[in-house]
Structures are given as C-alpha cells and as structure tokens.
Nanobody, 121 residues
C-alpha cells in the first residue's frame, strides 16, 4: 500500500470546485496537511490539521478551502471552492508523527506523490 495517496484532482474552470482526498498506511492522527507546488514556484503549505483538530489555513485559501479528516476512514480531505487559475498546481498530502507545531520545525515525515489541479480562466 502506498504510504500516502492523493486523489480527486482534475481540470476545472475558474469558480469551480474540487475535493481532494488522501489515504494510505502513513495516515496519521497527528499532524496532516496539504501542500501545493505551482509551475515554476516553490512548494507551499495550503492547510494543516493537528492532533486536537486545530486547523490552520494559509491566507490565500481562507474562505475558499476547507481541510478535514476522518480518522475512522483514515482519510484527509481538502474541499476547494471558487477555484482560481492561480490555484493550478500539484497538490500533495503529507503526514507527521508529531503535532503540527513540531512539524513546522522539522518537516513532515511522509508525502504522497501528488494530484494535479488545473484551473482554466
């Protein structure tokens, strides 16, 4: 089984929605998050969710993206609404064996291979 595997990416028009999912053997009840890397850009965090359920969403995603997880299904989600062309990127799921505060300093432990999101104007 893949340690982490993302699904749900695709091509949509601006204003559309997608829901990404992530599951795998590395699914963690500690910190999990979504990251993205656009064409010619560095990887950036989109959102993360901590052991106690605390959620952090980066400014560009606030009001449009929602992160959630279902520990019973070992699945992490990213609901993306009102997508914009600048959201076009490879989206990665990541997991850590520690809380997000610690992962901020030491990095995430496991990564998926990514799912592509393409938003056209």
């Amino acid at each position: 089984q893949e340690q982490l595997m993302e699904s749900g990416g695709g091509s949509v028009q601006a204003g559309g929605s997608l829901r990404l999912s992530c599951t795998g053997s590395a699914y963690s009840e500690h910190c999990m998050g979504w990251f993205r890397q656009g064409p010619g850009k560095e990887r950036e965090k989109v959102a993360d969710i901590d052991t106690d359920g605390t959620i952090r969403i980066i400014d560009f995603a606030k009001g449009r993206f929602t992160i959630s997880k279902d520990n019973g299904k070992n699945t992490l989600y990213l609901q993306m609404n009102n997508l914009k062309p600048e959201d076009t990127a490879m989206y990665y799921c990541a997991a850590s064996d520690v809380d997000c505060f610690v992962a901020d300093s030491f990095g995430m432990d496991f990564w998926g291979k990514g799912t592509l999101v393409a938003v056209s104007a």
